[in-house]
């Protein structure tokens, strides 16, 4: 305990001490928490309610307890991004405090004392942004909400912060000199990747034994079967982006003689699996992205028609709030990938400013250097997107056929144009990370890094 405490109070003076370039990253820190809390507080408010309840909004969607339960399940899959984001913003924070850790090994501590340090850095910055969100989200919260539950999220969302900053930092090593490097796995994605993807494979070939794909469909386990679907299709994709980034730098490096090209071959070829780990979350929001497309358009249909019979047993509004909800919610789970890509761009920029300043010191223009860049994001970015696009596109299309009430399914073309744009927008949010480059080319970064 006494460890902890010193480690802590360090970690504060550390934090107090930040400079201004590394004020951005305790805010965005601090802005993920804040995210988490109020996601964490909307999950307590609906889970306090009891029994029916008329809310004033949602078209009746928030009013019984089925249906509130479902809300609070599509608002914990949320997290999922969120504790990514905060990985991502750790990473690029140890990479900036290079100095302080040095100094912190140069007086004693030891590796994992560093790591430590640098977690309970991210755990308080999310602890000011918790705090900020249960002040401006707690006064809005119904009379039975559960002040436990209040509690108990303002407090976790910290710990879980500093829990996924310390396994984001558990490669990064600070050598006493000042040196930062990252101690990468050699075999790929590892075994438990591979045990994983195992599994779920016997799981899908399981369910499609199983009367789901026949005629009546058992809606309380189709959901089940989707979610299995969407994470095997995405752990294809996430395999498939390592072994394209290796197969196309080897490639690129053997035979091409376009210099941009070249560097992002070799760095592709270096370590081709920091595409995978980066684009993880990117791809499973893809997957959900593309087959929520498809199903919306299944499901508009299917509700017009019945609606046009006169079997709809309740408003439309009522299921259309649904779905735009649940739109809403990918939505922002897209926005928090794309920012935790550009984050993790950035931070790749900063762990390599060295190589960097000392290829822009032997010639190399800062262009061709902004072209590698954006090369090594969507060359083995594109066939992953395109699997997990038309895996998406292949579950609404299924997901349809199971449950419509036509004869002809329509098509979910609306599908096939999200990976499209997915891809677009990584693109992009690539090149938010050049600005940096200027920065990290300078000739003064050859004495650090």
Same mark, same amino acid.
């Given at each position: 305990?006494?460890?902890?405490?010193?480690?802590?109070?360090?970690?504060?003076?550390?934090?107090?001490?930040?400079?201004?370039?590394?004020?951005?990253?305790?805010?965005?820190?601090?802005?993920?928490?804040?995210?988490?809390?109020?996601?964490?507080?909307?999950?307590?408010?609906?889970?306090?309610?009891?029994?029916?309840?008329?809310?004033?909004?949602?078209?009746?969607?928030?009013?019984?307890?089925?249906?509130?339960?479902?809300?609070?399940?599509?608002?914990?899959?949320?997290?999922?991004?969120?504790?990514?984001?905060?990985?991502?913003?750790?990473?690029?924070?140890?990479?900036?405090?290079?100095?302080?850790?040095?100094?912190?090994?140069?007086?004693?501590?030891?590796?994992?004392?560093?790591?430590?340090?640098?977690?309970?850095?991210?755990?308080?910055?999310?602890?000011?942004?918790?705090?900020?969100?249960?002040?401006?989200?707690?006064?809005?919260?119904?009379?039975?909400?559960?002040?436990?539950?209040?509690?108990?999220?303002?407090?976790?969302?910290?710990?879980?912060?500093?829990?996924?900053?310390?396994?984001?930092?558990?490669?990064?090593?600070?050598?006493?000199?000042?040196?930062?490097?990252?101690?990468?796995?050699?075999?790929?994605?590892?075994?438990?990747?591979?045990?994983?993807?195992?599994?779920?494979?016997?799981?899908?070939?399981?369910? $499609?034994?199983?009367? !789901?794909?026949?005629?009546? *469909?058992?809606?309380? @386990? /189709?959901?089940? #079967?989707?979610?299995? =679907? %969407?994470?095997?299709?995405?752990?294809?994709?996430?395999?498939?982006?390592?072994?394209?980034?290796?197969?196309?730098?080897?490639?690129?490096?053997?035979?091409?003689?376009?210099?941009?090209?070249?560097?992002?071959?070799?760095?592709?070829?270096?370590?081709?699996?920091?595409?995978?780990?980066?684009?993880?979350?990117?791809?499973?929001?893809?997957?959900?992205?593309?087959?929520?497309?498809?199903?919306?358009?299944?499901?508009?249909?299917?509700?017009?028609?019945?609606?046009?019979?006169?079997?709809?047993?309740?408003?439309?509004?009522?299921?259309?709030?649904?779905?735009?909800?649940?739109? $809403?919610?990918?939505? !922002?789970?897209?926005?928090? *990938?794309?920012?935790? @890509? /550009?984050?993790? #761009?950035?931070?790749? =920029? %900063?762990?390599?400013?060295?190589?960097?300043?000392?290829?822009?010191?032997?010639?190399?223009?800062?262009?061709?250097?902004?072209?590698?860049?954006?090369?090594?994001?969507?060359?083995?970015?594109?066939?992953?997107?395109?699997?997990?696009?038309?895996?998406?596109?292949?579950?609404?299309?299924?997901?349809?056929?199971?449950?419509?009430?036509?004869?002809?399914?329509?098509?979910?073309?609306?599908?096939?144009?999200?990976?499209?744009?997915?891809?677009?927008?990584?693109?992009?949010?690539?090149?938010?990370?050049?600005?940096?480059?200027?920065?990290?080319?300078?000739?003064?970064?050859?004495?650090?890094?």
């Amino acid at each position: 305990m006494r460890s902890l405490g010193s480690d802590l109070r360090l970690a504060w003076l550390l934090t107090r001490g930040s400079d201004r370039r590394e004020w951005w990253r305790v805010g965005l820190t601090a802005f993920g928490a804040a995210l988490a809390t109020g996601i964490g507080l909307a999950v307590v408010a609906l889970r306090s309610l009891d029994g029916f309840y008329a809310v004033s909004f949602g078209s009746g969607l928030f009013d019984s307890p089925s249906d509130r339960q479902n809300v609070s399940l599509a608002l914990g899959l949320l997290l999922i991004p969120v504790l990514g984001f905060l990985g991502q913003c750790a990473r690029i924070g140890a990479v900036h405090r290079d100095r302080r850790l040095a100094a912190l090994r140069l007086a004693g501590a030891g590796p994992w004392q560093v790591r430590r340090i640098a977690a309970l850095e991210s755990g308080l910055a999310c602890l000011a942004g918790a705090v900020v969100a249960t002040a401006a989200v707690v006064p809005l919260l119904p009379y039975a909400v559960a002040w436990a539950g209040v509690v108990l999220v303002a407090v976790s969302v910290p710990v879980l912060g500093a829990v996924v900053s310390a396994v984001a930092l558990r490669r990064v090593v600070a050598d006493p000199l000042g040196r930062v490097r990252r101690v990468r796995p050699v075999r790929g994605p590892g075994r438990l990747f591979g045990t994983a993807t195992r599994l779920l494979a016997v799981t899908a070939v399981a369910i $499609a034994l199983t009367p !789901v794909f026949g005629s009546p *469909v058992d809606f309380g @386990l /189709a959901p089940v #079967t989707v979610f299995v =679907l %969407a994470v095997l299709i995405s752990l294809i994709a996430i395999w498939l982006s390592g072994a394209s980034s290796r197969q196309l730098g080897e490639g690129f490096a053997a035979g091409t003689s376009h210099p941009a090209l070249l560097i992002a071959a070799e760095r592709m070829r270096e370590d081709p699996w920091s595409t995978a780990r980066t684009h993880a979350a990117l791809l499973l929001v893809t997957v959900v992205g593309s087959g929520f497309a498809g199903v919306r358009q299944i499901l508009l249909a299917d509700l017009e028609e019945m609606r046009r019979k006169g079997h709809l047993g309740t408003r439309m509004s009522y299921y259309t709030t649904g779905i735009d909800l649940t739109a $809403a919610a990918i939505l !922002v789970a897209f926005a928090l *990938v794309l920012t935790a @890509l /550009a984050v993790g #761009t950035a931070e790749s =920029l %900063a762990t390599r400013r060295r190589g960097l300043a000392a290829q822009a010191a032997a010639g190399v223009p800062q262009a061709v250097l902004a072209r590698a860049l954006l090369l090594e994001t969507a060359l083995p970015l594109f066939p992953a997107i395109a699997v997990a696009g038309l895996g998406g596109t292949a579950i609404s299309f299924w997901y349809g056929a199971a449950v419509s009430s036509h004869a002809d399914v329509p098509v979910p073309y609306g599908a096939l144009l999200v990976p499209v744009g997915v891809y677009a927008c990584c693109v992009l949010a690539a090149a938010t990370s050049l600005p940096l480059l200027r920065r990290s080319v300078r000739p003064g970064e050859l004495r650090y890094a």
